[in-house]
T-cell receptor
Framework: RKEVEQDPGPFNVPEGATVAFNCTYS??????FFWYRQDCRKEPKLLMS???SGNEDGRFTAQLNRASQYISLLIRDSKLSDSATYLC????????????FGGGTRLMVKP | NAGVTQTPKFQVLKTGQSMTLQCAQD?????MSWYRQDPGMGLRLIHY???????DQGEVPNGYNVSRSTTEDFPLRLLSAAPSQTSVYFC????????????FGPGTRLTVL
């Protein structure tokens, strides 16, 4: 079983739609959680950290459910430029060598 | 700041050949790492370094060597390339070993025939 699991998609949504991705992780001792964004044939970039209380950054909302060991990312009012692969990342601690990446969920926003 | 740079962008090797993937960063980051990305598998850590002169193995180190003689450079050596090493290789850096945000280079697409 993978340590961090994501639905690979693709999620095809029209512009303006709200879309949500989930990610589950197996290590209950995980401490830090992140969403990265990866454009086609580009490098991953940090989108946002995920805090226990949930956090929002503009149209993006991330939530963490420790009891069920899942993380979610909600994107409101989708833009064409949101088309990308979203990587769920879990860390046992904050050490860089302890990051575990999910396989990614691909989002395609259509006009 | 150029950030994290990698060369080459693309490479084709024959089985058994050796080569070095170059990675450099100009942000004075202590921590550097190498990942490989295969379809559907997520990024997997190959080797990492918490500072000049210090390296350690990640999840999938077999077939790869690294060294860190300077803060800026962290080359990855493939000793004897195999088709299973066909992948996209990303170098990443962060200010310290406990900084959660990784800054990635643009990647090297390697094909081993």
């Amino acid at each position: 079983r993978k340590e961090v699991e994501q639905d690979p998609g693709p999620f095809n949504v029209p512009e303006g739609a709200t879309v949500a991705f989930n990610c589950t992780y197996s290590n209950s001792a995980s401490q830090s959680f992140f969403w990265y964004r990866q454009d086609c044939r580009k490098e991953p970039k940090l989108l946002m950290s995920v805090y226990s209380s949930g956090n929002e950054d503009g149209r993006f909302t991330a939530q963490l459910n420790r009891a069920s060991q899942y993380i979610s990312l909600l994107i409101r009012d989708s833009k064409l430029s949101d088309s990308a692969t979203y990587l769920c990342v879990v860390a046992y601690n904050n050490a860089g060598n302890m990051l575990t990446f999910g396989g990614g969920t691909r989002l395609m926003v259509k006009p | 700041n150029a950030g994290v740079t990698q060369t080459p962008k693309f490479q084709v090797l024959k089985t058994g050949q050796s080569m070095t993937l170059q990675c450099a960063q100009d942000m004075n980051h202590e921590y550097m790492s190498w990942y490989r990305q295969d379809p559907g598998m997520g990024l997997r850590l190959i080797h990492y370094s918490v500072g000049a002169g210090i390296t350690d193995q990640g999840e999938v180190p077999n077939g790869y060597n690294v060294s860190r003689s300077t803060t800026e450079d962290f080359p990855l050596r493939l000793l004897s390339a195999a088709p299973s090493q066909t992948s996209v290789y990303f170098c990443a850096s962060s200010p310290t070993g406990t900084s959660p945000e990784q800054f990635f280079g643009p990647g090297t697409r390697l094909t081993v025939l």
